[in-house]
T-cell receptor
Framework: KNEVEQSPQNLTAQEGEFITINCSYS?????LHWLQQHPGGGIVSLFM???GKKKHGRLIATINIQEKHSSLHITASHPRDSAVYIC????????????FGKGTHLIIQP | EADIYQTPRYLVIGTGKKITLECSQT?????MYWYQQDPGMELHLIHY???????EKGDLSSESTVSRIRTEHFPLTLESARPSHTSQYLC????????????FGSGTQLSVL
């Protein structure tokens, strides 16, 4: 069973700061998902990646398959980026092959 | 963007009641999932379906049941709710096995008194 660890658990930063959230996993995977969960529970998929790097607006996700590690970066952070960011690693074997981290609670102060 | 809907958004009920949490999607996805999430904890898969008349239990034991009679509809039922069932329930769809992203509903926060 894959073990997915995120760091930090909680992060408070000032508006405009560059943010990095880390995700490591224990078993080789075929895909890694980054999700955003806002207060109230709704979850939005930000990225799905299996290698390299993806960028969408101010968000950048990278993955290093050899090191079993992924990072989510937010440039020019804004209070509306405040949310819980969750990584989930898919190691195959069907629907139960997707393992979620506990999330990083990010607060961006104005 | 997401066309997946869950109702109710919040539900407070007494012990022993039967409840059904509704989930519908309009994207034509074959694969749908139910996850359970406790505060500050990771999502755990409790049920999934690969298509009509297909249902399977996930890695987290659950006393709930599901059905999939139509592609767009994947309801979850608790025959007799207990306080231990208090949690957030999230429905999702999408083919994670083929490297597609997941679409989530807004969740149902269930409180059993």
């Amino acid at each position: 069973k894959n073990e997915v660890e995120q760091s930090p658990q909680n992060l408070t930063a000032q508006e405009g700061e560059f943010i990095t959230i880390n995700c490591s996993y224990s078993v080789g995977i075929s895909a890694l998902h980054w999700l955003q969960q806002h207060p109230g529970g709704g979850i939005v998929s930000l990225f799905m990646l299996s290698s390299g790097k993806k960028k969408h607006g101010r968000l950048i996700a990278t993955i290093n398959i050899q090191e079993k590690h992924s990072s989510l970066h937010i440039t020019a952070s804004h209070p509306r980026d405040s949310a819980v960011y969750i990584c989930a690693a898919y190691s195959g074997g069907g629907a139960d092959g997707l393992t979620f981290g506990k999330g990083t609670h990010l607060i961006i102060q104005p | 963007e997401a066309d997946i809907y869950q109702t109710p958004r919040y539900l407070v009920i007494g012990t022993g009641k039967k409840i059904t949490l509704e989930c519908s999607q309009t994207m034509g996805h074959d694969k749908m999932y139910w996850y359970q999430q406790d505060p500050g904890m990771e999502l755990h898969l409790i049920h999934y379906s690969y298509g009509v008349n297909s249902t399977e239990k996930g890695d987290l034991s659950s006393e709930s049941t599901v059905s999939r009679i139509r592609t767009e509809h994947f309801p979850l039922t608790l025959e007799s709710a207990r306080p231990s069932h208090t949690s957030q329930y999230l429905c999702a769809s999408g083919n994670v096995m083929m490297g597609e992203k997941l679409f989530f509903g807004s969740g149902t926060q269930l409180s059993v008194l």
